[in-house]
């Protein structure tokens, strides 16, 4: 990719592990907004940011709209076979690069917007979210420029954040005590899987699961603790169960999981 190529070849962007939660939460969030902006556009100032930006959407929406039907079949698809991530491929003109640049310094002036509560409902871009769509961004421009993909890989200041399952990590030795707390069933499972699927992906490897304050765990909750230690021991890694709370001490007992965890009292 060079600078002597016509400005209508196509290039490559490849999007590696995409993860297809955030891309929808992302979605629904652009959606909301853009939704909000459409109703106060009216009643703003030419040039306002809502004019601005609904402007730009649906320029960017007609010059690039064909060249992202097909990668978004494809997570379309991932998302109804509960995929986690997906590899999705982009054939898109070199401008691209500028129109997501350009797109994306909006969306940061929208969140100050947001923040304001002078117009609109919707909230600001959560901080996850705003890291994804900086990631998109990065790719977007880097490939274009020629450099090589990299995946998605959350920032681990937010894996430490994490308010549902607060966590230490330590990248050095790539691993991370985990603070499990509450009720681990079908309605916080997935929370949980995601969580350590973040994890798992920063490339931690050994997990310290502190569980004093676990008041209560069912078959989905001891699944996702199962298939983390399964993905840890195929790569040499380890996962500990510590202080175990009375009522997960007898859950992992029934279970028949104490000849199989490391469980530390």
Known sequence: MTDSQPPDELVEVQL??????????????HDALMRELTLVRASTAT?????????????????FGTFSEG???????????GEDYI??????????GDAVTQLAELLDEADD?????????????????????QWLVDE?????AGRAPRPWIVPVELLM????????????????TVHLQGE??????????????HLYANGTRNYVLESSNVAFVDSVGLSVILALYRRCREEDGGLVIKSPSRVMHRTLEVAGLYDVLDVVD
């Open 16 to 29: 590696l592990k995409l993860p297809i939660i955030l891309q929808r939460q992302s979605a629904e969030h």
């Open 47 to 63: 040039n306002s940011l809502p004019d601005r930006l609904l402007a730009l959407t649906e320029e960017l929406s007609g010059r």
């Open 71 to 81: 990668p978004r079949a494809a997570i379309d698809n991932a998302f109804r076979s």
């Open 140 to 144: 977007f421009t880097n490939q274009i």
């Open 113 to 133: 917007y947001c923040r304001s509560g002078e117009h609109l409902v919707t909230t600001a871009t959560p901080p996850e979210l705003v890291a994804y769509r």
């Open 161 to 176: 954040s994490n308010t549902d399952w607060p966590t230490d990590v330590d990248s050095a030795s790539a691993s991370a």
């Open 184 to 197: 681990l069933d079908l309605a916080t499972a997935p929370t949980l899987r995601d969580h350590l699927s």
């Open 87 to 96: 590899d999705v491929t982009y054939q898109v003109p070199r401008e691209t």
